[in-house]
């Protein structure tokens, strides 16, 4: 069963930065590599959105426009793991941040996405 574990986050002040990391591991024998992968994320009391999302090679992102040119999606396939990188951190950016995956082609939609990672707590301070 295809499994995605996360890890990072916690409290920080405003203006600094985290990095999130999510690995998958597999049983299905389906590579790393066939996934796209999204980051959601869900503030208290709001729906979850999307953050970013990047292809299965890495060679294609997309960001949220509240998050553009703050955060960074990154892959690594030979270690199953794809990273969030996020920069400039403000109070707004505090949620539950998940990681997400698909096979093949990268989507906007969280009902696209197959697997789901445990989800892990960003807060930040004024």
Known sequence: QE??????????QA??????????SGHSGRPF???????????????R??????????????????????FTTSRDNAQNTVYLQMNSLTPEDTAVYYCAARYFR??????????????TQVTVSS
């Not at 499994?3 to 920080?12: D, E, F, W, Y």
């Not at 990268?106 to 989800?119: M, V």
């Open 3 to 12: 499994q995605l574990v996360q890890s990072g986050g916690g409290l920080v």
């Open 15 to 24: 203006g600094d930065s985290l990095r999130l990391s999510c690995v998958y």
């Open 33 to 47: 590599s066939n996934l796209a992968m999204g980051w959601f994320r869900q503030a208290p009391e709001k729906e």
């Open 49 to 70: 959105e999307l953050v970013a999302t990047i292809s299965w090679n890495g060679g294609k992102t997309y960001y949220a426009d509240s998050v553009k040119g703050r």
């Open 106 to 119: 990268e989507s906007s939609l969280e009902s696209d996405y197959n697997y789901w990672g445990q989800g």
